[in-house]
């Protein structure tokens, strides 16, 4: 019941999202478009949804994911240094390659999100006592040690503003044709279904797997390269999301629990519905103008997880 | 049978366990007594292959089990360790049906499996509490849980890293009881450490003491509840009463 009701919200939404924009599209004369309509309709507007499910869908997962990985409810691409990974990747592949096309972009920053999250990963199995709030913490800062790095290569080479850009999330200039690598993503969503399982043993800590016959290092490896990847393909697409892979996962581990195969399709719902929502708002805010979807995100995201932190502190030991 | 035989193991410098060799008989309750950082739960979780071991090799009847797939040891032998820092959110039925995943392999679970994990509920009288969350539940409760999944998984070894701790005196009795009836009944070898002696003296068949990375007694638990083998063991003076067939053990003043 909650599945359909989720679906059907998303469905309206993303009709209400493709009606939305300078050129006027009404519902009443959908039968009757023009050529140009049409070719808004086709070029921008249902790219730009397909890309804002599919963010959304990913984004969630991977957080998810990661939490599940590293046993910690705050960790999340934006808190583990990995779109900041991802922006050195792409900012290398700019720099070494000029002229070279997105899939190798999305490469270069694949490798360098699967190599961020090792590191970030040896750095939890360090820390001895896992505090919540301190794993993230390390996160956060590993973060700004990458990001600090892109800067020094951005600006020797006078590519700074390019690079802020990349950073921040942007579904406005998302075009037939320049956003199909996000698909890669998809995937790794079918594969994180297929051993929902498995990864929420994974959850259960090492040696609960170990003594349930889990390849436990096994099924966090294959984690990982589903995160970094599907991470890469929508950073390399739309930008940064921030938030998205904490609050989602969250909010559907509080009122769902933390079995993945019941609760891995809630998270990608909820994902898609609240990125779409979130788009809406970008795009009536200060219309005709659009606000970039990160900041929107990041406002709502924020109050949100402040409200969850809130919360969980009541329950939490 | 669980055999070890010359077990090393050290961390760094310091040399946790030092050629430790012993046989835990089987279907009986075999407890592990000994100070803190004596090397217990050292022991308990390289038999369990969740650290490696420098040196030696481990039994399970005649097969050395670094020879066994680790898929298929988790259908002969489980461990609960002490320490639990996942607060993941899953109910106690959920977590119970994990117990059965050597079996399943993460898919969905048969009608036997359904069957084992609702026994595993009743044993440990979880049936009213079953749809709550583990994160929200007490100390006791969440450790029974945990004992649950285990039993579930169905193995003939059970190795418990101090499964009283947390627990009144009403839960850790009962839980005593529940692994006697598992070693009586259906034949299960559990291998526990505890804490509190007279919880060895009452329930256990046999009895290892562990003191310097050795395996300093071993015995039935009538030859090590003794004063002279528990003074050597931890150092203070007991005095041994015997109480409706049970030895229990003074140590308070």
């Known amino acids: 019941m909650t599945r359909f009701i989720l679906i059907s919200c998303i469905v309206v939404c993303s009709i209400f999202s493709l009606l939305i924009g300078?050129?006027?599209?009404?519902?009443?004369n959908i039968l009757k478009l023009g050529q140009e309509e049409?070719?808004?309709?086709?070029?921008?507007?249902i790219p730009r949804i397909i890309s804002l499910i599919v963010a959304g869908v990913g984004m969630s997962i991977s957080g998810m994911i990661m939490q599940q990985i590293t046993l910690n409810k705050f960790v999340s691409p934006t808190t583990a240094g990995s779109l900041d990974a991802a922006k050195l990747g792409i900012l290398i592949a700019t720099i070494l390659l000029p002229n070279t096309d997105s899939l190798y972009k999305m490469l270069f920053a694949f490798a360098f999100t699967v190599i961020a999250s090792l590191i970030f990963m040896r750095f939890v199995n360090r820390i001895k006592k896992k505090s919540i709030i301190f794993v993230p913490l390390v996160g956060i800062m590993f973060g700004s040690v990458l990001s600090a790095i892109s800067t020094f290569f951005a600006y020797k080479n006078n590519i700074v503003q390019n690079m802020?850009?990349?950073?921040?999330?942007?579904?406005?200039?998302i075009l037939k044709g320049n956003y199909e690598l996000i698909?890669?993503?998809?995937?790794?969503v079918l594969i994180t279904y297929l051993y929902a399982n498995k990864f929420t043993v994974i959850g259960l800590g090492e040696d609960f797997s170990t003594s349930l016959g889990l390849n436990y290092n096994r099924i966090v490896a294959l984690?990982?390269?589903c995160v970094s990847l599907t991470v890469s393909s929508i950073m390399i697409t739309a930008g940064a999301i921030p938030f998205l892979g904490l609050i989602i996962p969250n909010i559907v581990s509080f009122i769902f629990g933390d079995n993945l195969k019941k609760t891995l399709p809630y998270t990608a719902m909820i994902g898609a519905l609240f990125l779409i929502l979130c788009d809406i708002i970008s795009r009536l805010i200060i219309f005709p103008y659009e606000i970039p979807i990160g900041l929107t995100v990041g406002v709502i995201g924020g109050a949100i997880f402040l409200l969850l932190i809130l919360k969980r502190g009541r329950y939490a030991t | 049978m669980v055999s070890l035989k010359n077990i090393s193991k050290s961390y760094g410098d310091k040399r946790i366990l030092d050629d430790v060799s012993v046989d835990f008989p089987r279907g009986k309750i075999t407890s592990l007594i000994g100070g803190n950082g004596t090397g217990k739960s050292t022991l308990l979780s390289i038999v369990s292959r969740l650290i490696p071991k420098d040196k030696g090799d481990v039994f399970i009847i005649d097969e050395n089990i670094t020879n066994l797939d680790s898929k298929e040891l988790a259908k002969k032998l489980s461990i609960l360790k002490q320490s639990n820092h996942s607060s993941i959110r899953l109910t106690i039925r959920e977590l119970v049906c994990f117990g059965r995943f050597p079996y399943t392999r993460g898919k969905r679970l048969c009608n036997q499996d359904c069957r084992i994990v609702r026994e595993a509920i009743e044993y440990m009288s979880l049936e009213e509490i079953q749809d709550s969350y583990i994160d929200e539940l007490s100390g006791?409760?969440?450790?029974?849980?945990f004992l649950a999944m285990v039993i579930a998984q169905d193995t003939d070894y059970i190795l418990l890293d101090e499964p009283l701790n947390n627990l009144d005196m009403k839960h850790s009795v009962q839980i005593m009881k529940i692994l006697r009836k598992l070693a009586k009944d259906l034949n299960k070898t559990i291998i526990i450490i505890v804490h509190d002696i007279n919880f060895a003296?009452?329930?256990?068949?046999?009895?290892?003491?562990?003191?310097?990375?050795?395996?300093?007694?071993?015995g039935t638990t009538d030859e090590i509840i003794q004063t002279d083998v528990l003074k050597d063991v931890f150092d203070i003076d007991f005095e041994i009463m015997q109480v409706n067939g049970n030895k229990i053990c003074l140590y308070f003043v």
Request: with cysteine.
């Open chain 1, 22 to 28: 300078v050129k006027d599209i009404s519902v009443f």
């Open chain 1, 223 to 225: 984690g990982l390269v």
């Open chain 2, 201 to 218: 003296s009452c329930y256990s068949d046999y009895i290892a003491t562990v003191k310097n990375g050795k395996i300093s007694h071993f």
């Open chain 1, 183 to 188: 698909y890669v993503s998809l995937p790794f």
């Open chain 2, 140 to 145: 006791g409760q969440k450790q029974r849980a």
């Open chain 1, 164 to 173: 802020e850009t990349w950073l921040i999330g942007d579904f406005s200039s």
């Open chain 1, 38 to 45: 049409v070719m808004i309709l086709f070029v921008s507007r």
